[in-house]
């Protein structure tokens, strides 16, 4: 691959990519095929995919060729020179900073085409560098950033429910914690519990409820008991683009595990068990930074699903996709 952000404007007529599940989560990896963005930072990077290639954000990821529960991890140079690879995250209607299921779909897609082995990684994203390993059985442990608690018990109104009150916490990417929902946390719900979460993204963005420097929360997070021993918890969480994470959600667990921390409810080692609302488990704990910092770590795994080319016609009139 290679370009910059001016020829980052065209399309390519083809795209190779890998598709995986991460515990049900899908991510597509682009491979081959994107022009590089020009930028000596994965957040000038990103930047620059925003004002510049945002139309092959939709070709890759939006229909018809992609779907709403789809994130895209397009892979770039790394910034670091200790590092393997960048990532920039994307999903059908923005741009995430980090996506914990998304860099084990990376890692899963890497080792698949023979690029890495078992050993220790580090990538470069938007929110930082962060390192995953993959080990002998296949699963993978994501050293995520830091996380973190900004706000405890910060109260909504939300026009369409009433009063809301959650946690606001840091993993990745911002998130509105939750027990407040009143539909279960059952597949057969998601539809209600959508509703619900996405009505309070809307009351965040009018009541002006950011995290730290200004960024907006826009991952609303419900939590429940869980539906299987092995597990602590079974969470909801709907993503910036609308669409529920099928995946138990690696920013989100990372995000909880701050929250639990800062209420004395999860010591640093002891493990969290995170139940997706699919049924799948992601297993997390908290270590310590040089600095004191909250550093969650995430295992799970990723499967394989398709290595494919999207092809992109001249003449095709949803060549550039459709949505947002």
Do not use: K
């Not at 390519?12 to 991510?27: I, Q």
């Not at 020179?81 to 990532?87: K, M, V």
């Amino acid at each position: 691959m290679s370009g910059t952000a001016s020829s980052a404007t065209m399309m390519p007529s083809s795209m190779h990519v890998v598709d995986s599940h991460t515990e049900g989560e899908p991510t597509r990896v682009i491979i081959g095929g994107w022009p590089q963005p020009a930028g000596q930072t994965m957040a000038t990077r990103r930047q620059a995919l925003r004002e510049h290639a945002d139309h092959l954000r939709r070709a890759a990821v939006c229909e018809p060729r992609g779907h709403e529960a789809l994130v895209g991890a397009l892979l770039t140079p790394p910034v670091c020179s200790t590092s393997t690879a960048g990532i920039i995250f994307f999903n059908s209607r923005t741009y995430l900073g980090m996506c914990g299921h998304g860099l084990i779909g990376v890692v899963q897609t890497l080792a698949h085409l023979g690029r890495i082995g078992e050993g220790r990684w580090r990538f470069d994203t938007p929110a930082g560098t962060v390192s995953a390993e993959l080990h002998a059985s296949g699963e993978v442990t994501v050293e995520n950033v830091a996380a973190s608690c900004h706000a405890l018990n910060v109260e909504v109104a939300v026009p369409e429910i009433g009063p809301v009150r959650g946690d606001v916490a840091y993993g990745g990417n911002w998130f509105f914690l939750t027990h407040s929902h009143s539909a279960p946390l059952e597949l057969a719900a998601v539809t209600e519990l959508t509703r619900e979460a996405g009505a309070i993204q809307r009351a965040l963005r009018a009541h002006g409820i950011r995290g730290a420097d200004g960024e907006p929360v826009d991952h609303v997070e419900f939590s429940g008991p869980p539906t299987r021993p092995d597990a602590d918890a079974r969470n909801f969480v709907l993503c910036s683009s609308g669409e529920y994470d099928r995946s138990p959600c690696g920013t989100g667990t990372s995000a909880v595990m701050a929250v639990l921390h800062a209420r004395d409810r999860l010591p640093l080692g002891a493990l969290w068990r995170q139940e997706g609302i699919t049924g799948g488990v992601f297993n997390g704990w908290l270590e310590s930074g040089p600095n004191g910092e909250l550093l969650p770590r995430i295992r799970a795994r990723a499967f394989i699903t398709a290595e494919s080319t999207l092809l992109f016609s001249d003449d095709d009139p949803f060549r550039d996709g459709f949505g947002e």
